[in-house]
Structures are given as structure tokens and as C-alpha cells.
């Protein structure tokens, strides 16, 4: 069974994204004085009393509009309102009741779900502000005054939700999924891919650059597994990040690198590898991500049987330091070859968490040592006593050694070498740590 859903609704610049960070403790939506900053779904966990559920923060709801931006937005509010178990509506008592909040209270009636009431900006403690009596005309209830900023008030509205939950479920338990970062320069097709990833219109789709500012997660079962897809914003180069909502963007995308087990590294096939998409493909190889390169607009290159291979080859070349990463060619407006992402994220994702025993390792070290002799210096040897595994995603090995500066960089990489001819380990970085006699562990 899968934890509770509250979704987070109202109108625009109510403060939703601020009161989201408030009860998850931490900044993931971004807050901005600005309407219309918060464009999707975003999910986190939260958890009060013992009791974990999720929380969905939308953007803000424009009852009329022709704008397609907040017509989109609309609709993604809409979606999270039919998912959630219970539904927190957020007002503003500086303004008191709008017509606008009307209206978005006479849609979450008609959805039958659950609602609580929250009526944000109560900055000040003690005597009740009369205009909070107003709210009560919305029709949802007893309104709770609460406070994003100082977080007045946000346990008697979490202690509202919860009286809507369903029993818990001995079952609800830590996530299995594979969590897939999709990552990109704008306009490479990332939200287009998740969205046919999960046949649904799950993230804003615009030809406009950076219109996906959040990272948003989204959950998918199939017959190859469980996963959770994370949409993130197209990471720009960075004298182009000029305001304070696209840096945060940036470093959402990067966070997003951070949680994901596997990343799928978006290019243009019409453009190649650009400096920019190496800078992004490092983002991951840095923090030590399984990864696949994902080409994506092939159905718009002239192609003929040498085509692919002299892209590979030019990838190859331009991701050299990632080479270890499988590279696959769609077209996620067609669907092209996108079943095969299923088999290679599980694939990766295997070979990032594969153990190997010291004794396999040591096999590979002498039969690697036997080959091609340690390096010397002055009359120094190299001498490599043993190696072991000390960790997964990715795999971390430790190797003792006499002298930790004999050991040059280009024999490592030949023991790595070694190493993947043996076991694999596609798709996934490698860690190596040198130590020598007298090292203390770290």
C-alpha cells in the first residue's frame, strides 16, 4: 500500500511553496514573490506523529485564464487533487477571501475529497485576527491560521490531515524503486521522454526554454520493475543563470543528480555532445552516477548504415571520461528504442551495486600485475600488497600498496581496466583509494 497523499492547492502567491518547506523542514520548492514560480508537481516526504506520508506542492490555481502556462498548471493542480487522500487548501488572511478562492473551493467540494482549511500569513500570536471568521464562508470547514514563515500553527494542520488518513498499513515500507534522473540542457526533450515514459501528460511540455524549473519525481510500475522518474530543469551554462529562480533550477537539477541511483544524460542528436552537455555528463560522473547517455531526436537526422556508429565514436570521444557509459539512441516523440531504457537503468543500476569478494579482486590484481609490471622510480618498485571492495553506487575499492606516489595515475586506470574486463561494471564510475603502510583509516 502506498503512504498517504496531501496535495497542497490554492491560488497564486498564497505562499503554498513556503508552507511545503516549512513541513517537509527543508527548501525544495522554490519560493519566490512571484506568481506562477511554482509551474508542476512536486513530491516530498514528510513525516509527523510516526506516521510518513506524501506531500504534493502545485502551482497556483487561476480559476479563468487563457494563458496556456497557468492552463497547464491548472490541469496538473487537477491531477494532484484526484490523487491526493486529502487536500490542504491555502488562503492568505492579508487579502481575505477572493473570488478566486471561491472558486477554488467550490472545485475541491465537488471532488469529494477530504479538505483542511489552512489560512497562511497568521504572523502574529495571541488574539485571533477577525478576518479569520470570514473563511469560513468557503465552505471547508474550521479554518486554521498558520504561519509558512514561522511556522505557527503547522501541527494543528498536519493533525487535521491526519484524521483523513487511511489506517496505516503494516506494509508501507521503504521505497525499492530505481530512482532515474533525467538530465539535460533545456530543450533536449527531457520532459517529453518522462512523459511518454509514463503515458501520461506528467510535466509541462513547451518549446520554451526553462520551462521546467523543479524536479519533479514521478512513480512508475511496470513488468520490468519499479521506478521513480525525476524531471529535472535543463541545466544552463552558467553566465546564462541570471536570475534567482533559474539558479535555484540549477541547483535543483544537480540535488536531483545527487538522490538518483542512474542517470539518463539527454543530447541533441542534431547538435552532438556541446561543451555544455559534457559540463552536465561530469555533474554525474563526479558524483558517481550510474549513467546512460540517451540521444535523443533521431527521427530527425538523415541516417544510413554508418550513421550511428559515427556518432557513438564521436560521443565516445567527447565523453571520454565517462566511457564506461552505455549510449542509446530514441526519439521520444515516435518511441523509438525508449522500451530499451527500462532494461539498460536496470542493468546499470545492477552493475553500480555489484559486490566482489577480496579473493576475486586478488585474482585480477596479480593475473593484472603478471601482465604489466608495476611502475618504478629511481630504483624504486611499486609493490602492491591486496585490494578489497568497501562499497557500492558506485563501487569503491581500496588498494595497499608500499608507496601511495609510485603509484601513477596510468597504472590505476590499467588496474580499472583490468577490473572492468573481468567483471563488468558498465555503465557505473569506479572509486579507487591508494594507501600505503601506515596510512590511518579514514
Not at 347 to 370: C, E, H, K, Y
Amino acid at each position: 500500500m502506498s503512504k498517504p497523499l496531501v496535495a497542497i492547492v490554492g491560488r497564486p502567491n498564497v505562499g503554498k511553496s513556503m508552507l511545503f518547506n516549512k513541513l517537509i523542514n527543508k527548501r525544495v520548492s522554490i519560493v519566490e514573490d512571484t506568481p506562477g514560480v511554482t509551474r508542476d508537481r512536486i513530491y516530498e516526504e514528510c513525516d509527523w506523529n510516526g506516521r510518513t506520508f506524501d506531500l504534493v506542492d502545485t502551482g497556483g490555481i487561476e480559476p479563468t485564464t487563457d494563458n496556456e502556462i497557468l492552463l497547464f498548471m491548472r490541469e496538473q493542480a487537477r491531477i494532484a487533487i484526484d490523487s491526493a487522500d486529502v487536500i490542504v487548501l491555502v488562503t492568505d488572511i492579508t487579502t481575505g477571501v477572493t473570488a478566486a478562492d471561491k472558486d477554488v473551493a467550490n472545485m475541491l467540494l465537488r471532488s469529494k475529497k477530504p479538505v483542511v482549511l489552512a489560512v497562511n500569513k497568521a504572523d502574529s500570536i495571541g488574539t485571533v485576527d477577525p478576518t479569520l471568521y470570514e473563511f469560513y464562508s468557503l465552505g471547508c470547514g474550521d479554518p486554521i491560521p498558520v504561519s509558512a514563515v514561522h511556522g505557527h500553527g503547522t501541527g494543528d494542520l498536519l493533525d487535521a490531515c491526519m484524521e483523513y488518513f487511511p489506517p496505516e498499513d503494516e506494509n508501507e515500507e521503504e521505497d525499492d524503486a530505481i530512482r532515474v534522473a533525467i538530465i539535460g540542457k533545456p530543450n533536449v526533450g527531457k520532459s517529453s521522454l518522462t512523459n511518454l515514459i509514463l503515458g501520461q501528460q506528467r510535466v509541462i511540455v513547451s518549446d520554451v526554454a526553462g520551462t521546467t524549473r523543479d524536479a519533479i519525481d514521478s512513480r512508475l510500475e511496470n513488468e520490468y520493475g519499479k521506478y521513480i522518474f525525476i524531471d529535472t530543469a535543463g541545466i544552463r551554462r552558467r553566465s546564462r543563470v541570471g536570475d534567482r529562480v533559474e539558479k535555484f533550477s540549477v541547483m535543483r537539477a544537480q540535488m536531483a543528480i545527487e538522490r538518483a541511483d542512474v542517470c539518463l544524460i539527454m543530447i541533441d542528436a542534431r547538435e552532438g555532445v556541446t561543451e555544455q552537455d559534457t559540463k552536465i555528463a561530469g555533474l554525474a560522473h563526479e558524483a558517481g552516477k550510474a549513467s546512460i547517455v540517451v540521444v535523443n531526436k533521431w527521427d530527425l537526422i538523415e541516417k544510413d548504415s554508418k550513421t550511428m556508429d559515427s556518432m557513438r565514436k564521436d560521443i565516445q570521444r567527447d565523453l571520454s571520461f565517462m566511457s564506461y557509459a552505455p549510449i542509446l539512441f530514441i526519439s521520444a516523440l515516435t518511441g523509438q528504442r525508449t522500451n530499451r531504457i527500462f532494461e539498460l537503468v536496470n542493468f546499470v543500476n545492477d552493475q553500480s551495486s555489484m559486490r566482489i569478494t577480496t579473493g576475486m579482486l586478488n585474482n585480477v590484481l596479480a593475473d593484472a600485475q603478471a601482465r604489466v609490471q608495476p611502475p618504478t622510480d629511481k630504483g624504486r618498485r611499486l609493490k602492491i600488497y591486496y585490494m578489497t571492495q568497501t562499497g557500492v553506487k558506485p563501487p569503491n575499492f581500496v588498494i595497499f600498496c608500499n608507496n601511495r606516489e609510485l603509484f601513477h595515475f596510468s597504472y590505476q586506470r590499467y588496474i580499472e581496466n583490468q577490473i572492468r574486463a573481468v567483471f563488468g561494471l558498465e555503465g557505473t564510475p569506479i572509486r579507487m583509494v591508494i594507501r600505503q603502510k601506515g596510512d590511518k583509516e579514514g
